[in-house]
């Protein structure tokens, strides 16, 4: 699976988790160059509070187009610290 944003692959891997039609890459595969820390936190019922990322390459910007949990619940503790993507990130296999 791939995440692509403005034409760039930002993350590759035959390894992701998908949990609530969600792709989860593992941190190691994706390119973090293109990741910068937002500020924005939210929690969900289910898997506990997740924290964001912009995604920005060749100067076009995603607002918290990215997240991840650094401490899930008990249920999601199988996708800790993987990253997922907004639908604006396009997703091929």
Request: charged share 40%; aromatic share 12%.
């Amino acid at each position: 699976m791939k995440a692509i944003w403005n034409e760039i692959v930002i993350a590759d891997s035959d390894r992701t988790i998908e949990k609530d039609g969600k792709h989860y890459f593992p941190p190691n595969t994706v390119d973090k160059k293109y990741l910068e820390d937002s500020r924005t936190h939210k929690d969900s019922p289910d898997k506990g509070e997740a924290s964001f990322y912009h995604v920005q390459v060749k100067g076009k910007v995603k607002q918290d187009g990215a997240w991840y949990y650094p401490d899930p619940k008990e249920d999601a503790t199988d996708i800790r610290g993987y990253i997922a993507f907004s639908d604006e990130i396009e997703l091929k296999k």
